[in-house]
């Protein structure tokens, strides 16, 4: 069955958080025939300027009767800022109500606590304007870490290219989680990252200083996690001493090599449980762990769940 999207854009809403779900949901048309439809949907109809001022046609507006699948509020500083009248929060709180979900993309979430005025939502944004949502909407419980989130039937991203993350989760939701690994392929997406990831990454956290002498070591490490990776290797792979790169790792990244190390394999681990049929061995093994036992012990203790019960926890939600 044909799921139809709407797309809610406003004047300064961000390209990206429209095109990049969509390109990922239209994607999704060359494998499933007539899988999504889609339509863009704005106050009134007509022409709608991106904040650098491209402009794409919304071919409805609040007036207009819309029915839909899936509700999707696109973010931007346009969005961020659009303040609904009483009829417009109403108009498209009938939208929401009449669809099976509704999705913010980035600050599109500023747009949730307008129509569901009486829920206190727990949603993320762009980790830069959390602050401003959790103030703006004391009702709600605003996220900082997570890439998405659902509550209910209502989705939040962190926004830009997290909202394509999220598409791959609401495909693998309605066709299975093999079709949104074909999608990601076909999007050239290197791995499809789980919600739960922070949206916050540690490359982004050593862009500052001398910890940048440890992006070239960050950047690689996650190649080579099938790979048993000593410190003395790191050290030299960053040009540092061992004793260099312990106390850059302690000083910007809160953890030893080792532990570092050690939380990216547990974390590749995790999305590989998520989105694959793999068994629990080759997971253990494609993740640098010499035995399922170690392995268990390590996920148990760094998840508080063992990998079976995750495994088992994914299942559930899949076919909830």
Known sequence: MTQKLTFFIADGFQALDLFGPLDAFMETNTLVQNAYQT???????????????????????????VRCDTLILCGGMGMRTLKLTVQQATQLRAI?????????????SFLLPQIYPEKSLTITTHWRHCQQLAEQFPQCHVKLDPLFINDGTVWSSAGVLSGVDLALALIG???????????????VVYLQRSGQQTQYSDLLAIQTGESQRLSTLIEWLPSQLHHSTTVAQMAEKACL????????????????????????????????LSQSQASLTNVATKVGFNNYDSFRRAFSQYFGVSPSVFVQHQGREEHA
């Not at 863009?40 to 071919?59: D, K, N, R, W």
């Open 39 to 65: 339509q863009l949907l704005s106050l009134h109809p007509g022409l709608i300027a991106t904040a650098y001022g491209q402009q794409v046609h919304a071919e409805a507006g609040l007036n207009d009767n």
């Open 96 to 108: 929401a109500d009449n669809a099976s979900r509704v999705i913010s993309i980035c600050t599109g």
């Open 173 to 187: 939701e309605d066709f299975g989680k093999a079709m949104a690994a074909k999608v990601a392929k076909e999007l």
């Open 241 to 272: 001493s061992e004793r260099q790169l312990t106390r850059l790792f302690k000083s910007h990244l809160g953890s030893s090599p080792s532990q570092y190390v050690r939380k990216l394999r547990l974390e590749r681990a995790r999305d590989l």
